[in-house]
């Protein structure tokens, strides 16, 4: 059973514009989500995360939003740049709990 | 270093045999996680260290996968008789007292032929 799931594999955005990936979820409990990009021959890195009380954390180019009555989260970059080229996961985890459920990944591909 | 590090880089193995895959953490992070990617799959959480306490092993897919994690620091994942279906790149994470502090090393990609 995919908790979190990330239902678009692959996403090509054009340098400069705005890119978007999304997430959806299923456990209601869930109450912190992350987003985490990884390089090739590379652990993930963290990116950006937000919790349930809010719907929207930003930082530099990088926006998550969260509809929790939707259970949906999605990660924009604006403007996408071609080092962003990655895959994204997406995470999730309940209070009290360091136990991350990832989703599948989206590998975004920025082109020039 | 400063970072996770994990060895082998890469470890090709025959059906059957068994490996161990090495995971040294952060210094002073008390948090350690082993996941695995398999191919097109997300990352699979197997088994969580935090501090003195039990670890959460609920997601080892069979008996035939341990972790130790010795004083607290390096952690070893062992892999028994290993199958084709355990080849993936497993990933070690070290995590401090906030779920967003999960810090990756660079895994280790397991092939068993």
């Known amino acids: 059973d995919q908790q979190v799931k990330q239902n678009s594999p692959s996403l090509s955005v054009q340098e400069g514009r705005i890119s978007i990936l999304n997430c959806d979820y299923t456990?209601?409990?869930?109450?912190?989500f992350l987003w985490y990009k990884k390089y090739p021959a590379e652990g993930p890195t963290f990116l950006i995360s937000?919790?349930?009380?809010?719907d929207k954390n930003e930082d530099g180019r990088f926006t998550v939003f969260l509809n929790k009555s939707a259970k949906h989260l999605s990660l924009h970059i604006v403007p996408s740049q071609p080092g962003d080229s990655a895959v994204y996961f997406c995470a999730a985890s309940r209070l009290n709990t360091d136990k991350l459920i990832f989703g599948t990944g989206t590998r975004l591909q920025v082109f020039p | 270093g400063a970072g996770v590090s994990q060895s082998p880089s890469n470890k090709v193995t025959e059906k059957g045999k068994d490996v161990e895959l090495r995971c040294d953490p952060i210094s002073g992070h008390t948090a350690l996680y082993w996941y695995r990617q398999s191919l097109g799959q997300g990352l699979e959480f197997l088994i969580y260290?935090?501090?003195?306490?039990?670890?959460?092993k609920s997601g080892l897919p069979s008996d035939r996968f341990s972790a130790e994690r010795t004083g607290g620091s390096v952690s070893t994942l062992t892999i028994q008789r290993t199958q084709q279906e355990d080849s993936a790149v497993y990933l070690c994470?070290?995590?401090?007292?906030?779920?967003?502090?999960?810090?990756f090393g660079p895994g280790t990609r397991l092939t068993v032929l």
């Open positions: 456990n209601s409990m869930f109450d912190y």
């Open positions: 937000i919790s349930s009380i809010k």
């Open positions: 994470a070290n995590g401090g007292a906030t779920t967003d502090t999960q810090y």
């Open positions: 260290f935090q501090g003195n306490s039990a670890p959460d």
